[in-house]
Nanobody, 127 residues
Framework: QVQLEESGGDSVQTGGSLTLACKAS???????MGWFRRAPGKEREWVAT????????WYAGSVRGRFTVSKDVDKFGQRLQMTNLRPEDTAMYYC?????????????????????WGQGTQVTVSS
């Protein structure tokens, strides 16, 4: 199955920007993809979802308008562009994926069940 590797996490100040990358070991054109995050002491939180062909995206209310998820043109990865970062965005960010045969029409919002996870990349936003 596909393996995922995130990169791009860093420490920035409030209002700053970062782009996280998720490199996939296989073609992800038939994978539902997304990003999740876990802040210290909190449960994992869904951040964004991008559908199979990369044309439709969905975002959690806390990041909508500030974050943008996209699939790479070659469909071997995805990115999460983050702008106007806030201290509450501080978390470990995880790339996630699920194949079409397991997800079907549920690839939207937080309605899908990730089957593969990356190791995570840390984002820290200081005030």
């Amino acid at each position: 199955q596909v393996q995922l590797e995130e990169s791009g996490g860093d420490s920035v100040q409030t209002g700053g920007s970062l782009t996280l990358a998720c490199k996939a070991s296989l073609f992800i054109g038939e994978y539902c993809m997304g990003w999740f995050r876990r802040a210290p002491g909190k449960e994992r939180e869904w951040v964004a979802t991008i559908d199979y062909d990369g044309r439709a995206t969905w975002y959690a209310g806390s990041v909508r308008g500030r974050f943008t998820v996209s699939k790479d043109v070659d469909k071997f990865g995805q990115r999460l562009q983050m702008t106007n970062l806030r201290p509450e965005d501080t978390a470990m960010y995880y790339c996630a994926a699920a194949p079409m045969f397991r997800t079907g029409p549920q690839c939207h919002h937080d309605q899908w069940d990730p089957k593969v996870w990356g190791q995570g990349t840390q984002v820290t936003v200081s005030s």
